[in-house]
């Protein structure tokens, strides 16, 4: 299976959300942190980002 990682543009049309929600999001522990890829730029697995938006969608759900 191939790992894919996004980069923050990507991220942020998948989820609606800006870079800076993205972050608050990570310091709450409440989004998949990143992975680094150099000195300065980090990705996301897409499995743990798709995992995130089927849990928010589910809570919507539940409600």
Do not use: H, N
Request: glycine share 6%; hydrophobic share 35%; aromatic share 8%.
């Amino acid at each position: 299976m191939t790992v894919r990682i996004i980069r923050m543009p990507e991220l942020s049309e998948k989820t609606g959300c800006a870079r800076s929600t993205i972050y608050a999001f990570i310091s709450r522990g409440e989004f998949p942190k990143p992975i680094p890829l150099g000195m300065r730029a980090v990705g996301w697995k897409e499995s743990e980002v798709d995992e995130w938006i089927e849990k928010r969608q589910s809570l919507r759900d539940s409600q």
